[in-house]
């Protein structure tokens, strides 16, 4: 099976640094294979016997042992089917304006879009955010974007259970999963 992986807490300022070469030799060396990275922020798509479940708890278990590792660091595994789901449910219009707004999916493990929707405070005029299965879609205003509340989340509990990506390394890493299977 072919996967995406999402590593929330590593390669964020001085904090979890973690080489990618040395992560793709990790996955390899617990059975994965074909793996590849993306970027230096915890992505990675890879094939696995396992299931997705069993895959995350395997890789939650080992990054620790191979990197030196402080705070919490989480794994989401998504199958190609629930990754083109984000992509397809997007809100109308998100991300189709890059040089006006920045659209991020805000991924969720183990809390519900409604419990995730509490901690946000969008300002009129700068934030949208809207709900989706499993995710957070959320659009900053581009000349306003330093007065985007976004950030405010980071502080909350909530926040443990997310990870950010970037509307345009999302489709990237479903366009990259797809190039595999052609």
Known sequence: MKYVILIRGINVGVKNRMSMEVLRK??????????????NSGNVILESGKSAQELKDQIEKALPKSFELSGLIKVLVLTRDKLQSVI?????????????????????MDIDPVQAMSVFNPREGV?????GKSVIYSQRLG?????????????????????????NTT????????????
Request: hydrophobic share 30%; with cysteine; proline share 5%.
């Open 171 to 182: 489709t990237k890493l479903l366009k990259m999963l797809k190039e595999r299977e052609e």
């Open 143 to 167: 000349s306003e974007r330093t007065k985007s509340r976004l950030s405010k989340i980071v502080g909350t509990p909530a926040y443990k259970s997310m990870t950010i990506r970037t509307w």
């Open 127 to 131: 934030d949208k955010i809207w709900p």
């Open 88 to 108: 397809d449910n997007k809100p109308k219009g998100f991300g189709e304006e890059p040089k006006n707004y920045y659209s991020d999916v805000i991924f969720l």
């Open 26 to 39: 990790c996955l390899e060396e617990m059975g994965c294979s074909n793996v590849s990275t993306y970027i």
